[in-house]
């Protein structure tokens, strides 16, 4: 089993829907989350760190389930300019340096 | 300057070279990192820098060496890279409070360097 692992898609949805993706992490003892966004041919910009009791920041939803090990982004009423890759990032918490392990990404089209 | 910087932003190269990435972060950070990202594979940690100690080095073949002269600088020497090095190598920073040894803060990127090696 994959480390970090997510559903690469691509997720393709009509402006203005609802889509949420998830992302399945092994280790139980993970300490910390995020979701990046990474635009074609560009670097991975930290979209949201993710809090055990969930966090919402505008029309982005992040929420932590420890029990089954995942967690989820969902997006509300998307945009075009939304359309990009998605990577989640989970921190071991073993040994010393923030060392964080990636999955692939799930890609996102949004379409008019 | 803002944020974290890379260059050059595109490298070709033989494998008879020695080049150097460069990165320079200017968010006072006291952890950097190399990130290497291959087309549909995961971004995959190289080496892992904090207050100027390197903490990890993955596995990475010594073609590779990194050197971090500062908390602010971070470089990746280059030599008898193979045509699957070619890729996009990305450096990061992070402001780390260290609990229990180990941290979790963010990590910014920089624009990366796209490497192709002939």
């Known amino acids: 089993r994959k480390e970090v692992e997510q559903d690469p898609g691509p997720f393709n949805v009509p402006e203005g829907a609802t889509v949420a993706f998830n992302c399945t992490y092994s280790?139980?003892?993970?300490?910390?989350f995020f979701w990046y966004r990474q635009d074609c041919r560009k670097e991975p910009k930290l979209l949201m760190s993710?809090?055990?009791s969930g966090n919402e920041d505008g029309r982005f939803t992040a929420q932590l389930n420890r029990a089954s090990q995942y967690i989820s982004l969902l997006i509300r009423d998307s945009k075009l300019s939304d359309s990009a890759t998605y990577l989640c990032?989970?921190?071991?918490?073993?040994?010393?340096?923030?060392?964080?392990?990636f999955g692939t990404g799930t890609q996102l089209k949004v379409e008019l | 300057e803002t944020g974290v910087t890379q260059t050059p932003r595109h490298l070709v190269m033989g494998m008879t070279n020695k080049k150097s990435l460069k990165c320079e972060q200017h968010?006072?950070?006291?952890?950097m990192y190399w990130y290497k990202q291959s087309a549909k594979k995961p971004l995959e940690l190289m080496f892992v820098?904090?207050?100027?100690?390197?903490?990890e080095n993955n596995s990475v073949p010594s073609r590779f060496s990194p050197e971090c002269p500062n908390s602010s600088h971070l470089f990746l020497h280059l030599h008898t890279l193979q045509p699957e090095d070619s890729a996009l190598y990305l450096c990061?920073?992070?402001?780390?409070?260290?609990?229990?040894?180990?941290?979790?803060?963010?990590?910014?990127f920089g624009p990366g360097t796209r490497l192709t090696v002939l």
């Open positions: 993710v809090y055990s």
């Open positions: 968010l006072g950070h006291n952890a």
């Open positions: 820098y904090s207050l100027e100690e390197r903490v």
């Open positions: 280790n139980s003892a993970s300490q910390s």
């Open positions: 990061a920073s992070s402001q780390d409070n260290w609990v229990s040894g180990s941290s979790y803060n963010e990590q910014f």
């Open positions: 990032a989970v921190n071991l918490g073993t040994g010393g340096g923030n060392k964080l392990t």
